[in-house]
């Protein structure tokens, strides 16, 4: 049973715009955690590098957790953590990419902000009653007295699935007479790398005819489409927590080319069709596309994603709740049962 449990979930990052945002994934794990009876409040602010607005932020939190009506706060990025510091019920920190690893700039470097942010999160770290990382690697940033969690952002299993590319291009319109490879993320970031992956797709089209096709922008369930009319996603970022473009592509049987990054070279172990690059040249990546192209098969990605299902996820993460909260806080979880929100 999970009624009593009370949750207060900040995020410094949030959804925008028509089409939702970057961080759907993370209105999606709060979706799943009330169908599993967990009362979830969610506080969403724009951080954007202004102590003013963490300032803010700290004050609104501050505010709730004064009425004394939550069990736990659970902070997305490890800068949200500090609105909820000093601590007045337990903490649980979801610790995403860069604030761990640092920020790029638009040079292509680590710039002064993201060493700021780094120093932040491993404060917040060491407070946290519990700290989770969404791929194993994310480990070293943290001070070694945090033991973390690793749990990645969960996929909804019935959004992202195979379906008949031919559909999918008609409902798109896309071309039925050329490669489509997928791009997805903000062409504008320098970490992901977009001019990497069109010079890519630029020498594969010189023997085979491709287009790359830019997913950033559109409605996730547009996304899901556009997996299943392409032929490949194209990786190219230089730094990545565990990418959740990928993890879709594998559920959709969509063949992945990605260069070594954050925890991709897990993600794709095993999975036929898909290919790791050995660097991020981008020779190496154009072999590895137009090899993947040239298969012209989907890939068997679906069966190695089935444990990154949302609801399977949801219940570990419900888990590590129970464990920062008092032993008469909330009676023993019982998977699969679930109160009404």
Same mark, same amino acid.
């Given at each position: 049973?999970?009624?009593?449990?009370?949750?207060?979930? *900040?995020?410094?990052?949030?959804?925008?715009?028509?089409?939702?945002?970057?961080? *759907?994934?993370?209105?999606?794990?709060?979706?799943? #955690?009330?169908?599993?009876?967990?009362?979830?409040?969610?506080?969403?602010?724009?951080?954007?590098?202004? +102590?003013?607005?963490?300032?803010?932020?700290?004050?609104?939190?501050?505010?709730?957790?004064?009425?004394?009506?939550?069990?736990?706060? @659970?902070?997305?990025?490890?800068?949200?953590?500090?609105?909820?510091?000093?601590?007045? !019920?337990?903490? *649980?920190?979801?610790?995403?990419?860069?604030? #761990?690893?640092?920020?790029?700039?638009?040079?292509?470097?680590?710039?002064?902000?993201?060493?700021?942010? $780094?120093?932040?999160?491993?404060?917040?770290?060491?407070?946290? /009653?519990?700290?989770?990382?969404?791929?194993?690697?994310?480990?070293?940033?943290?001070?070694?007295?945090?033991? =973390? @969690?690793?749990?990645?952002?969960?996929? /909804?299993?019935?959004?992202? $699935?195979?379906?008949?590319?031919?559909?999918?291009?008609?409902? #798109?319109?896309?071309?039925? /007479?050329?490669?489509? !490879?997928?791009?997805?993320?903000?062409?504008?970031?320098?970490?992901?790398?977009?001019?990497?992956?069109?010079?890519?797709?630029?020498?594969?089209?010189?023997?085979?005819?491709?287009?790359?096709?830019?997913?950033?922008?559109?409605? @996730?369930?547009?996304?899901?489409?556009?997996?299943?009319?392409?032929?490949?996603?194209?990786?190219?970022?230089?730094?990545?927590? &565990?990418?959740?473009?990928?993890?879709?592509?594998?559920?959709?049987?969509?063949?992945?080319?990605?260069?070594?990054?954050?925890?991709?070279?897990?993600?794709?172990?095993?999975?036929?069709?898909?290919?790791?690059?050995? /660097?991020?040249? !981008?020779?190496?990546?154009?072999? =590895?596309?137009?090899?993947?192209?040239?298969?012209?098969?989907? &890939?068997?990605?679906?069966?190695?994603?089935?444990?990154?299902?949302?609801?399977?996820?949801?219940?570990?993460?419900?888990?590590?709740?129970?464990? !920062?909260?008092?032993?008469?806080?909330?009676?023993?979880?019982? +998977?699969?049962?679930?109160?009404?929100?």
């Amino acid at each position: 049973m999970t009624a009593g449990i009370r949750v207060l979930m *900040v995020t410094s990052d949030w959804l925008w715009d028509s089409w939702g945002g970057p961080a *759907v994934f993370i209105a999606r794990q709060a979706e799943f #955690l009330r169908r599993e009876g967990v009362q979830v409040d969610l506080f969403p602010f724009r951080g954007a590098r202004q +102590p003013r607005n963490y300032y803010a932020a700290w004050q609104e939190v501050q505010r709730r957790l004064e009425r004394g009506s939550y069990d736990l706060v @659970h902070a997305q990025f490890g800068q949200s953590g500090i609105t909820a510091l000093p601590k007045r !019920v337990p903490l *649980v920190v979801t610790f995403r990419g860069d604030d #761990l690893e640092g920020i790029i700039g638009d040079s292509g470097r680590y710039i002064p902000a993201g060493w700021l942010l $780094r120093l932040i999160s491993r404060a917040v770290a060491r407070r946290a /009653d519990a700290a989770i990382v969404v791929a194993e690697h994310m480990k070293r940033w943290l001070p070694r007295s945090v033991n =973390a @969690h690793v749990l990645p952002s969960g996929l /909804d299993l019935d959004l992202f $699935r195979p379906a008949p590319q031919d559909e999918a291009r008609l409902r #798109l319109g896309l071309p039925a /007479d050329r490669r489509l !490879v997928l791009f997805v993320g903000d062409p504008g970031l320098a970490r992901k790398r977009y001019g990497l992956a069109r010079l890519a797709v630029d020498i594969v089209n010189r023997s085979l005819p491709t287009q790359l096709v830019t997913g950033w922008e559109k409605p @996730h369930q547009e996304i899901a489409t556009l997996m299943n009319a392409c032929d490949a996603l194209v990786c190219t970022s230089m730094q990545e927590g &565990s990418p959740n473009a990928v993890k879709e592509a594998l559920a959709c049987n969509l063949p992945v080319v990605s260069v070594p990054v954050g925890d991709v070279a897990h993600r794709l172990h095993g999975v036929e069709g898909s290919e790791l690059c050995r /660097d991020d040249r !981008v020779e190496t990546i154009a072999t =590895a596309l137009e090899q993947v192209l040239r298969r012209g098969k989907r &890939s068997n990605g679906r069966l190695a994603v089935q444990d990154l299902d949302e609801s399977i996820l949801t219940r570990r993460l419900i888990d590590i709740y129970r464990s !920062v909260l008092p032993g008469t806080k909330t009676p023993a979880y019982r +998977p699969g049962f679930a109160h009404a929100s």
